[in-house]
């Protein structure tokens, strides 16, 4: 267990909707990074935050949106979904945002199906 | 940019054989360099790290080492076990003022008994 949650497990929508996927770090951690991983693109990251500030914008389609809130917990938010978007959506957390290894340690993922 | 290229699988190995995977990146700066693990319907696991050049690092019998002159961070292992049977991942974060991880393609590893 890397001490990282991420809710729901499983989410299945149609197209259009909106999503919301949600992430809690580990105790301790102020960085949280989001990452996709398809069959067709492998794992892309899509953004970052440290301390609820955006740190780093990766692969991240204008349709998707994040944000950190004071508790530290983060959620990405996916709009006017399409079939394409149909992913394993991950949620990593670090120490801090720069400088030294910060090993990122990584959540169960959330499995979006889009039908 | 920043690139990781990964040996591509999948790799079937037999109990007890001896593991490569390889792994070459391309990176500007100082990277950190990572191999995660998955197993099936899980996340990520961080299975190994090294953050400068010639150093090894090891965890459960695997290996890797950051060759600088050749961007590579090949990992190994003696003797695979079935319970080895994962997905592998290469990965690096920049030196530069974000730290968001750069994957390879992953390779599916499956050891027989």
């Known amino acids: 267990d890397s001490g990282v949650t991420q809710t729901p497990k499983h989410l299945i929508t149609a197209t259009g909707q909106r999503v919301t996927l949600r992430c809690s770090p580990r105790?301790?951690?102020?960085?949280v990074y989001w990452y996709q991983q398809s069959l067709d693109q492998g794992l892309q990251f899509l953004i970052q935050?440290?301390?609820?500030?955006?740190?780093a914008k990766g692969n991240i389609l204008e349709r998707f949106s994040a944000q950190q809130f004071p508790d530290l917990h983060s959620e990405l938010n996916l709009s006017s979904l399409e079939l394409g978007d149909s992913a394993l959506y991950f949620c990593a957390s670090s120490v801090g945002a720069s400088g030294g290894s910060y090993e990122q340690y990584f959540g169960p993922g959330t499995r979006l199906t889009v039908t | 940019g920043n690139s990781v290229t990964q040996m591509e699988g999948p790799v079937t190995l037999s109990e007890e054989a001896f593991l490569t995977i390889n792994c070459t990146y391309t990176?500007?700066?100082?990277?950190?360099l990572f191999w995660y693990v998955q197993y099936p319907g899980e996340g990520l696991q961080l299975l190994l790290k090294?953050?400068?050049?010639?150093d090894k690092g090891s965890n459960k019998g695997f290996e890797a080492t950051y060759r600088k002159e050749t961007t590579s961070f090949h990992l190994e292992k003696g003797s695979v076990q079935v319970s080895d049977s994962a997905v592998y991942f290469c990965a690096l974060s920049s030196s530069g003022s974000a730290r968001q991880l750069t994957f390879g393609s992953g390779t599916q590893l499956t050891v027989l008994p």
């Open positions: 935050y440290y301390n609820g500030e955006e740190r």
């Open positions: 090294a953050t400068k050049a010639d």
């Open positions: 105790s301790g951690d102020l960085s």
């Open positions: 990176a500007t700066g100082y990277p950190s």
